[in-house]
């Protein structure tokens, strides 16, 4: 155990690429596959973040991407209320040890895999030593995935924080109403301010948006705010129709992508994915640099 955790030391103190996952009983070795990890957050709740995170998820699935939603938010966990799963297990049976990462890895019908948030854990800041190494040796789990999805809790608390400093990418959702647009102007100020040595992508999604106009003008605001008093460069992704077909779809508790195809609120989806599969990200992106970035090591 000390020679593990010896390693996980210097793993997180090295500026180098991570090491393959460690081998576990029943699993094979070989390379570490190369992991996207994209966080998806939101200043203020109610804009659809989750929402977006799902069903960006199953569009990646739909064109053979193996893909894991990790609900991060530690307080009022609801990816598995999206999907209308009853996980048994969550992040805090792993942070407290009683379960494995692989244990809690959820299959779905849609062809995602998810993790289920740990409700009632209040910070990632407050692991003991011993519970943060576990953790960090846990993680490596995720790396089976092609793309892992974080969705964040909503709001700037240093969870929120730390996950999307961590990710290769961070999707910001916002919608138009003027409070939501303060809100996301607020939570791109504070990754501004907090967050050291920023290297992320950071990219606005307009959620509800009547059209393209509506949905351009709303990013534009917002970018140009940014570049002019934070000296930031936030990219805009596109937007998501405002369709009735997603309030209905969360009732049913089935994503619209799956039940409703076709809808605009799904064919803007599979856009956000084809334009987020032309961007490049770092040599170094994966797993290993999510985990140093994550608990603050680089």
Do not use: W
């Amino acid at each position: 155990m000390e020679d593990q955790a010896q390693a996980l030391r210097e793993l997180m103190n090295s500026s180098k690429p991570a090491p393959k996952a460690p081998e576990r009983p029943g699993v094979q070795s070989g390379p570490e596959r190369k992991t996207r990890i994209i966080a998806v957050t939101s200043g203020k709740g109610g804009v659809g973040k989750t929402n977006v995170s799902v069903n960006l998820a199953i569009a990646y699935a739909k064109i053979g991407k193996k893909v894991i939603v990790m609900d991060a938010d530690l307080g009022l966990a609801n990816v598995n209320i999206m999907l209308n799963v009853i996980p048994k297990h969550n992040l805090y049976h792993v942070i407290r040890k009683q379960k494995t990462m692989r244990d809690i890895i959820y299959d779905t019908d849609y062809g995602i895999q998810i993790v289920a948030g740990a409700s009632g854990f209040s910070k990632i800041a407050n692991l003991s030593e011993d519970e943060r190494q576990s953790f960090i040796d846990e993680l490596y789990a995720l790396s089976q995935a092609d793309i892992v999805i974080i969705d964040t809790s909503a709001g700037v608390s240093s969870n929120v924080l730390s996950f999307v400093a961590a990710a290769d990418e961070a999707i910001i959702v916002t919608t138009p109403e003027p409070t939501a647009i303060t809100d996301a102007y607020g939570i791109i100020k504070i990754i501004a301010t907090e967050v050291e040595n920023l290297n992320i992508g950071l990219k606005l999604v307009v959620n509800r948006a009547k059209t393209v106009i509506e949905g351009r003008k709303v990013a534009d605001r917002i970018i140009e705010i940014s570049a002019n008093f934070l000296n930031l460069k936030v990219e805009y992704l596109g937007c998501i129709f405002d369709d009735p077909v997603v309030p209905q779809a969360v009732l049913r508790q089935k994503p619209f992508i799956v039940s409703d195809p076709k809808s605009k609120a799904a064919i803007s989806i599979q856009h956000l994915v084809g334009r987020l599969e032309k961007t490049e990200f770092e040599a170094d992106a994966g797993l290993g640099r999510f985990i140093r970035k994550l608990f603050g090591k680089e």
